[in-house]
């Protein structure tokens, strides 16, 4: 497949909007030719990285108080499942007020974070997540990143770092991927909601994945499975 003239597979497509979050304006800078890991620390870990600020920017641009704005999606990060308006409160210290429930929604509106209420619970149990990638990357990779490797991008694969943002972008890819999964699932032409929800493992269990569940002793639990490709229907 190409994007902008540049042949990816669609595993590197994936990636590229696990980290560049879809965006045209980012996914214009890949360089045709390029190896697409290449790309990457180009764009965020060499010297002057055209990405390498882009978060502060963006927050700066955005919105006028862009202090508690980038301080929430920054405590949002920390806890993956997401925070209660309560939480967030206590923890960036904040009084109660109006402030934090509009700075809430104007995050949700403008796709940073979403709102939620887990199965059984009220609408004063509602969580807010951080969902938008490109912010999730630039947290986990770049912000800290003393910037002296220029290639650290190409030498992290594999690594358990890389592993653990990749499975929770992942999970954020699907959630921007709901028609697809259900149209995968048979289910397209059914009303349903869609919830968080967690249990212990059990027998019936559905799978997403990139490329399919590994046939071996245990892939008899697997009741049905959802797979990269479908995501691209």
């Known amino acids: 497949m190409e994007v902008k003239g540049i ?3 669609r595993h590197q497509m994936l990636l590229a909007y696990m980290i560049l979050g879809g965006i045209p304006y980012y996914l214009d800078m890949l360089v045709k030719g390029m190896p697409f ?3 990457i620390d180009d764009l965020f870990f060499k010297q002057n990285a055209p990405l390498r600020t882009e978060f502060d920017f963006l927050f700066r641009s955005l919105f006028k108080d862009s202090k508690i704005y980038r301080n929430v999606v920054l405590k949002l990060a920390t806890r993956l499942k997401g925070m209660t308006r309560q939480e967030l409160l206590e923890t ?4 109660e007020g ?3 429930t509009d700075v809430l929604d104007n995050l949700v509106k403008c796709d940073f ?3 939620y209420t887990a199965i059984g ?4 149990d509602v969580m807010f997540q951080l969902t938008d990638l490109f912010s999730l990357f630039h947290i986990r990779f770049v912000a800290d990143n003393n910037g002296q490797d220029e290639h650290y991008w190409s030498k992290l694969s594999g690594k358990g770092m890389m592993t653990s943002w990749s499975g929770y972008a992942f999970e954020q890819v699907c959630l921007h991927h709901l028609p697809q999964i259900k149209k995968a699932l048979s289910i397209g032409g ?3 909601n869609v919830h968080s929800w ?4 059990f027998t019936d269990n559905t799978f997403i994945t990139t490329y399919g569940v590994p046939q071996n002793l245990h892939s008899g639990i697997v009741q049905s499975e959802v797979v990269m490709d479908d995501l691209f229907v």
């Open 7 to 9: 042949e990816m597979s």
């Open 37 to 39: 890991d290449i790309s």
């Open 92 to 95: 960036l210290k904040l009084k």
């Open 98 to 100: 109006g402030d934090l």
């Open 113 to 115: 974070i979403r709102k």
């Open 121 to 124: 619970k009220t609408e004063r």
């Open 190 to 192: 059914v009303i349903s």
């Open 198 to 201: 967690s249990c212990k493992p």
